[in-house]
T-cell receptor, first 112, second 111 residues
């Protein structure tokens, strides 16, 4: 079945540590997105990519980095510069000409 | 600034008690409005896309409508399995790559 796979489901970060969240899709979608969701708040855009080897900052990119070396993959690194990383992280994708987003099941990141 | 506001924040209904969720938006140019359903600890699941005022979409007990300033998600005779957070989002012409989300309405249906 086609879809978006996020891993791990739960992740714990120690102070000063960088962690990477995985996002893989087999939908052949061009665009991929990373959102952050805090309790009681809407989704906020971290980074997005419309094509391989190209990506743009969203509204809250500070403390995060991404890469898009393959169409299927869009990993997100939460760096030590992100002082409040505890949140639910969602990866999404969409195809050209189709407006809606398809979401993965999310990664819950917590700080030890 | 483009903005999406959902109300109420939370809504508790009795099974079979119909109601509506509101999504008001202030955007420079609406390209599309989306409704998603999100269960706890999971990613949002797509429900509807609306493009122009007067448009309506239906799926089982849900019906979405759109005006020039807001959208409503009507829930008719809800069941406990309809309990979830419902998210509204918009795409705008000024930045078609971005989708702006509201903070959601937490719907709880009591049996």
């Amino acid at each position: 079945d086609g879809g978006i796979t996020q891993s791990p489901k739960y992740l714990f970060r120690k102070e000063g540590q960088n962690v990477t969240l995985s996002c893989e899709q087999n939908l052949n979608h061009d665009a991929m997105y990373w959102y952050r969701q805090d309790p009681g708040q809407g989704l906020r855009l971290i980074y997005y990519s419309q094509i391989v080897n190209d990506f743009q900052k969203g509204d809250i990119a500070e403390g995060y980095s991404v890469s898009r070396e393959k169409k299927e993959s869009f990993p997100l690194t939460v760096t030590s510069a992100q002082k409040n990383p505890t949140a639910f992280y969602l990866c999404a994708s969409s195809s050209q000409g189709e407006e809606k987003l398809f979401f993965g099941s999310g990664t819950q990141l917590s700080v030890l | 600034e483009d903005q999406v506001t959902q109300s109420p924040e939370a809504l508790r209904l009795q099974e079979g008690e119909s109601s509506s969720l509101n999504c008001s938006y202030t955007v420079s140019g609406l390209r599309g409005l989306f409704w998603y359903r999100q269960d706890p600890g999971k990613g949002p699941e797509f429900l509807f896309t609306l493009y122009s005022a007067g448009e309506e979409k239906e799926k089982e007990r849900l019906k979405a409508t759109l005006t020039k300033k807001e959208s409503f998600l009507h829930i008719t005779a809800p069941k406990p399995e309809d309990s979830a957070t419902y998210l509204c989002a918009v795409r705008v012409y000024s930045s078609a790559s971005k989708i702006i989300f509201g903070s959601g309405t937490r719907l709880s249906i009591r049996p």
